[in-house]
């Protein structure tokens, strides 16, 4: 599974554990890490195991690639109503709870 990760790779896990106990089971070292439990967020908003839009969030924080709003304003985009409020939250609540290290 960790064939190929570089130094310079930013790894986002879904899990509840922390980066450091990633890395040490994949025998890294020296790697960004960032961790969130996707399943359990996506559990107690969506009332599913849906990941998707939590990863997002995580990978929003991590990479600072794109802003958290402009994220949010595709999700709303992509869903139709409630379901689309409930995902733009889950990206949202990812961004807030996704951990370095």
Known sequence: MA??????????????KTGDHVLRILGLDGVETWTVDATTLAIDVLGRPI?????????????????????????????????????????????EEVKQG
């Not at 064939?3 to 509840?16: F, R």
């Open 51 to 95: 990941t998707n839009t939590a990863m997002l969030g995580s990978v929003v924080k991590a990479t600072g690639v794109v802003k958290l709003d402009s994220m949010v304003e595709v999700v709303k985009a992509r869903f139709d109503g409630k379901i689309s409020e409930l995902n733009a939250e889950l990206v949202r609540k990812a961004y």
């Open 3 to 16: 064939d190929g990760i570089q130094k310079d790779t930013k790894l986002i896990v879904n899990t509840d």
